[in-house]
């Protein structure tokens, strides 16, 4: 799971971090958790860049700055505390404890860093039970255009991050298997743009750079040996 305080689509080191959770209240409320560095969560380089909630970078600069990113999260040792958050006031009602007022620490990798860098405080001043409870999208107040991530596919050749569509005030969101939103994808994955191979062209670079460099010291060598048979 992402490190949910920031934003992973274009955020390599939201990953590599444990979550300690510290235990549950009546009514399954979570009292308190530590987010905790975890090399042993890391994956390799191109896994990384694959991850699903990982927008894949379109340019070598956009490359160069996520392996930056992936470099200096693996550099920060293992057992940081990135976060903290605690329940500090519960309210009691039948068999459950209701979250009153919460806290969460963030924290920034430094030398010597033991203060938050920022803090989150959450405070109710009531609640009203519901019967239930159903996550709901957003009600749009003006034409929206949306990039849906349920319909991201990828294969060894091509990506494709996400449907297009806009939705009208009113319009109904539609199920994640959307037909045209479904025949949108499949066309990509067929006939799109095929994605860069950064990591590829990376190693290709390496060894023509090494080429270049020992081929003008080999056409020496064999240069010398050539006049050295000569003079004998």
Do not use: C
């Not at 924290?107 to 803090?119: F, I």
């Not at 957003?138 to 050749?157: F, I, M, Q």
């Amino acid at each position: 799971m992402p490190v949910p305080w920031t934003v992973v689509r274009d955020n390599p080191v939201a990953w590599g971090y444990r979550w300690d959770l510290e235990g549950w209240a009546p009514g399954g409320f979570l009292s308190a958790f530590t987010v905790i560095r975890d090399p042993s969560l890391d994956l390799p380089e191109k896994e990384e860049l694959f991850r699903p909630e990982i927008d894949y970078p379109e340019t070598a600069a956009q490359y160069a700055y996520y392996v930056r990113q992936i470099e200096f999260n693996r550099s920060i040792p293992a057992g940081w505390v990135r976060g903290r958050f605690k329940v500090l006031q519960w309210m009691a009602t039948n068999a459950f404890q209701i979250p009153m007022a919460s806290r969460l620490e963030v924290y920034s990798p430094g030398p010597g860093e033991k203060r938050p860098a920022r803090v989150f405080t959450l405070t109710a001043t009531g609640f009203a039970p519901e019967p239930a409870f159903t996550v709901r999208p957003p009600v749009l107040g003006s034409t929206t255009r949306v990039a849906d991530y349920r319909y991201k596919r990828w294969n060894d050749r091509r990506i494709f991050k996400y449907a297009e569509y806009s939705l009208d005030p009113g319009q109904a969101w539609p199920t994640d298997h959307d037909p045209a939103l479904l025949a949108q994808a499949d066309a990509w994955m067929k006939h799109g743009r095929p994605y860069t191979n950064f990591i590829g062209k990376r190693q290709w670079f390496a060894w023509s750079l090494l080429a270049v460099l020992l081929i003008p010291a080999l056409l020496m060598w064999i240069r010398s040996k050539h006049n050295e048979k000569n003079r004998k």
